[in-house]
């Protein structure tokens, strides 16, 4: 009895949180698809459900239980359990495909019908002749809830909210109203758990609620809610499956392999109907067959009121731990039997044809990211033939059981009077790229929101990436600009988001370091109103250059932008220098010999093609800039303060030149390269922002350099400074070879 007792506190202030935690906003606006699925995967388990009942009751020598406990059995077969089964999607990264989608919409109509039947099975369980009785006092008790009750709630969180903390009253009252609350509708003659949903339903959103759930969920989740488990363990009793019952062993088992194929079976019939494909069918059945404590206090309602016997309460339950355990390893074969298969060209920026369309994953952290992304959104030149899609992801971190409720949730706008934090911040996120999208007519928004913890985030990014087949992913930099000019730390997570981003991202990867580029924006003249942004591109070589000069080519074409492209040569010493190595190196292997030629010679083919291209161009200046060493690199760079307004750069992965030689001793930020590191560095006063750009596959052919000797790297260095001295020598007369005494200073 007092495990009991403890068991349906627990239960009561578990239901109290959940309801704390929906937003009936979200739920009560589903599509006529997914209300479709969701009719269809409730009618037919619930049918099932009833033939399986009186299949295992037909075998039974004991026929004791009356024909109501089918209903119970069917109700707790067709019940998904939402939270559960958004664990499992966030444990598979799955929570922003179609199918997580649809699955979780589903999961969510399948709480409202679950309550609406707890609300109805058991009073008519308890007593028959008095159902409409006490479905009237139901009814009656949600409307002054919701009518008298919120109201007062609202006037007094009000008050409340302008402290600066809520007192400790007041958090007792709320708990002792959810007791409350469930006595009355105990005494009404519904499930006490119906008060205390209703009760946390009506707790306005904001930061009073974000209290309770801190105050709460560890207590609630990690201590209190065992014991309801323990109770619904007690009673089952597996002697009673086949020994007193008679039952044969294998049509047991057939019902309890039945019961976990009904929702299979409904899916595949859906993918029918809706003209899905079967797979997703499939994967849609075995996501909807997660079940949670909704069918569990359904059973124990039945077990309770002596309308199903233990035989039944047995297998029922047995049934569902079988198709819940089974979910997440079956998801995760499927799943990572189809990453594997899918795969898409656009992966780069860098294209054969222009005429395509550019899709842009754009992550955000906080509010302070969103204006810095949409400037350069806004630069990257959308124009009919290659419009843009941009799926701005609001990164959240993933903190107790509540958050994941919110994931669905935050993709819509709140319409709470006082959102929380999370919410406010997403609904101003959401508010600024839709804005963005109405502006600009060629572009294309869909806001999305991750939670998950910031150890597995990255996961969230690349698959997301992957699903949406973007060609490029935007990161905010971990660092923020200060009122000096100085950078400093924001979150040292975000650090370790943008490493695991770069190395496993399915596609090339932008890290953007905002140092107020939307403040860059002023008018071109007295008599002109076009915006001008002067930006620089740095040239030296390798895939990651030529991917940034490919951003930079297509942002030219912004009326607004004027572009200077500066490629840095090795000059007479560095060229010495390389003989030097030449002699005291012991050959070369061919393959590290072939690909080193291959990059010089696609460096000089789209750097040929590019000022071809952009002669006649106004906008484009090319230059050229000797230096010998990474001292007069740093020098070079140095001498470039205050002329731009954005530092196109690429992240240089695996390459050696001996015009960075040295710098990435003393570099702080490896993710950014050399020479992104140089640009952003507080020892310089350079106050314009920069990009510096992966492309996809230099992190993969980065790691098979780093397992290479010291010896291959001297040969690949060596090789490098031989083709860029060639190169130099015979391509110097088409470009500008600038002096330190020529080079550019002012406006460009």
Known sequence: MV?????????????FLTGLEMDLSAILRPGKRVMGIAMIGILIPFLIGIGLFFLLQHGSK??????????????????????????????????????GRIAMSVAMLNDIYAWVLIAILIPAGINVKTVHVSLTGTVTFVIVCFFVVRPLLERII??????????????????????????????????????????????????????LLDRLDDFVSGMMLPFFFVSCGIKIDFKTIVAEEGTA?????????????????SSLLVSVLFNMPLRDGATLGVLTNTKGILALVILNAGWNERILNDQQYTVMVVAMLVMTIAVAPIMSAIYKRRKGLKQYRLRTIQRPKADTELRVLACVHTTSNVSGILSLLEVSHAT???????????????????????????????????????????NLIINAFEAFEKDNHLVTVQPLTAMSLYGTMHEDICSLAQDKRVALILLPFHKHSTVDGRMEDENAAYRDINLNVLANAPCSVGIFIDRGLAAAVRPGGPSDNIVKFRFAMIFIGGPDDREALAYAWRMVGHPGISLSVVRFLPGEDAVNLELENDVESHGMSPAIANNERQTAIDDEDYINEFRLKSANHDSIMYLEKVVNNGEETVSAISAMNNCYDLYIVGKRTGMVSPLVSGLSDWSDCPELGVIGDVLVSSNFALQASVLVVQQYGSAAQDRGMSASSDGSRQERFGLRQRMMGVLRFSHSSKGMVLSDSDWPVGNA
Not at 3 to 15: A, D, H, K, Q
Not at 249 to 265: D, E, F, N, P, T
Not at 390 to 418: C, D, W, Y
Request: aromatic fraction near 10%.
């Open 3 to 15: 495990i009991e007792t403890m068991s349906y506190l627990g239960l009561l202030f578990y239901v």
């Open 62 to 99: 004991v026929n004791i239980t009356p024909k109501m406990g089918c209903v119970f059995w069917a109700a707790s077969l067709t019940i998904t359990g939402f939270p559960v089964l958004t664990r499992i999607l966030a444990d598979l990264k799955l929570l922003h495909s179609d199918i």
């Open 158 to 211: 009000r008050i409340e909210s302008e402290k600066d903390n809520y007192d400790e009253y007041y958090l007792c009252f709320v708990v002792a109203g959810a007791m409350i609350c469930g006595c009355i509708t105990d005494v009404i003659g519904a499930h006490s758990i119906v008060g205390a949903f209703v009760f946390g339903l009506i707790i306005p959103n904001g930061d009073f609620g974000d209290v």
């Open 249 to 265: 062993w294998y049509l047991v088992a057939l019902v309890v392999c039945l019961a976990c194929m009904a929702k299979i079976l």
């Open 384 to 426: 009919k033939l290659s419009p843009i899609t941009i799926f701005a992801l609001h990164l959240v971190e993933l903190t107790g059981r509540a958050s994941a409720m919110l994931i669905v949730h935050s993709r819509r706008k709140s319409a709470a009077q006082n959102p929380s934090r999370a919410q406010a911040d997403s």
